[in-house]
């Protein structure tokens, strides 16, 4: 099968669909069509391609952070109680490579005490090490042998990395009792539903014809005839299964979907992290910080672009660090989250 970008109206069948073309829908493509030379396989993604020089080149997206941007997609929750009362606004990638497109974003590893923890067979910690490696072309230190090396998904730390921020930061860290881990995901560093056979969907307006860029197109279905991946993140990929008659029936009832497979998680225990900032007052060089982009101190084009800087391959992003209360913290905040965390959490 050739390589399209646009689905050619002759074709309504392919070997496998994969709805979704973010990391996970793209590396399964990729695995599979290197498994299968001859199966055909659709990739379908709602947003645009993602080359284009604010993804390209990281700094520049940073600086271009924009609620109408069309590489992301904004979702609003309903009122909830644990929230304030208050909605909430969800931002997904809604591009190309999905949320690992759009950067901000870092590569973390569960620690082995959480895979092991599930007790199933199959999913422990070392069984499931192979296929962590199989994944990751791993540029930094692998002094414990539990990274990959020519996998699909490179992990970095970029090429430029304000060393000041990270050096203070360690230090201060390091003083408050924390110790300094140089790979967090080296796992130990701190402690038959019936088979879906295609996908029914319509083009995305934005990539339609002058005139008819505010409505979606005509309803496709496109079969499958071996795989049907579902692969559309953290929010869509239950949404898509609920859609399909996959999940909670009482939901599903409510909706008007039929029942297919009766799986009540499906659509539960979401789980997600949100990002505060914080404004300092410091005496850091414009090269310390992105400062200089987001508030127009540097000309993008004269200071970045002709004199090509390091840091415009930069992220921003200096440190990370996974904090594990005490017991005593976990008292202190009450005996639901107590409960919750001696279920999930503590070893």
Same mark, same amino acid.
């Given at each position: 099968?050739?390589?399209?970008?646009?689905?050619?109206?002759?074709?309504?069948?392919?070997?496998?669909?994969?709805?979704?073309?973010?990391?996970?829908?793209?590396?399964?493509?990729?695995?599979?069509? /290197?498994?299968?030379?001859?199966?055909?396989i659709l990739v379908m993604e709602g947003g645009t391609n993602n080359q284009m020089p604010t993804i390209e080149t990281p700094a520049l997206f940073l600086s271009h952070l924009d609620p109408s941007s069309k590489t992301n997609l904004f979702y609003q929750t309903n009122k909830a109680p644990g929230a304030g009362d208050r909605k909430l606004i969800v931002a997904t990638g809604?591009?190309?490579?999905?949320?690992?497109?759009?950067?901000?974003?870092?590569?973390?590893?569960?620690?082995?005490?959480?895979? /092991?923890?599930?007790?199933?067979?199959?999913?422990?910690?070392? #069984? *499931?090490t192979p296929y962590l490696k199989k994944h990751e072309t791993y540029h930094g230190k692998d002094e414990k042998g539990v990274h990959g090396h020519d996998g699909p998904i490179h992990v970095s730390d970029g090429n430029y990395t304000s060393t000041r921020i990270r050096d203070e930061f360690a230090a201060a860290a390091e003083a408050m009792g924390w110790s300094n881990v140089d790979d967090l995901s080296d796992m130990d560093s701190i402690n038959a539903n019936e088979?879906?056979?295609?996908?029914?969907?319509?083009?995305?307006?934005?990539?339609?014809?002058?005139?008819?860029?505010?409505?979606a197109g005509p309803l496709r279905s496109v079969k499958a005839r071996k795989l049907v991946v579902a692969s559309s993140g953290a929010i869509n990929t239950p949404s898509l299964l609920e859609r399909s008659g996959v999940g909670e029936p009482k939901v599903l009832e409510r909706?008007?979907?039929? =029942?297919?497979?009766? =799986?009540?998680?499906?659509?539960?225990g979401y789980e997600d992290h949100q990002l505060l900032g914080y404004p300092y007052l410091n005496n850091l060089s414009i090269t310390d910080t992105l400062d200089g982009?987001?508030?127009? *101190?540097?000309?993008?084009?004269?200071?970045?672009?002709?004199?090509?800087? #390091?840091?415009?391959?930069?992220?921003?992003?200096?440190?990370?660090?996974?904090?594990?209360?005490?017991?005593?913290?976990?008292?202190?905040?009450?005996?639901?989250?107590?409960?919750?965390?001696d279920r999930e959490y503590k070893k």
């Open positions: 099968m050739p390589l399209y970008t646009e689905l050619p109206e002759t074709i309504d069948e392919v070997d496998v669909i994969i709805a979704g073309g973010g990391t996970a829908g793209c590396v399964v493509a990729a695995r599979l069509a /290197d498994a299968d030379p001859k199966l055909s809604g591009v190309l490579g999905g949320g690992s497109s759009i950067n901000m974003l870092t590569y973390s590893r569960p620690q082995r005490s959480d895979w /092991d923890s599930w007790n199933a067979p199959g999913w422990s910690a070392d #069984e *499931l088979r879906a056979v295609g996908v029914e969907f319509r083009p995305n307006p934005m990539f339609q014809a002058a005139g008819d860029s505010n409505k909706a008007g979907v039929p =029942l297919v497979a009766d =799986l009540p998680g499906v659509g539960s982009l987001v508030f127009g *101190l540097m000309d993008q084009n004269e200071d970045l672009k002709k004199k090509k800087l #390091e840091m415009l391959g930069w992220n921003g992003k200096e440190m990370q660090c996974k904090i594990r209360p005490t017991d005593a913290e976990v008292a202190a905040l009450g005996p639901v989250f107590q409960t919750a965390w």
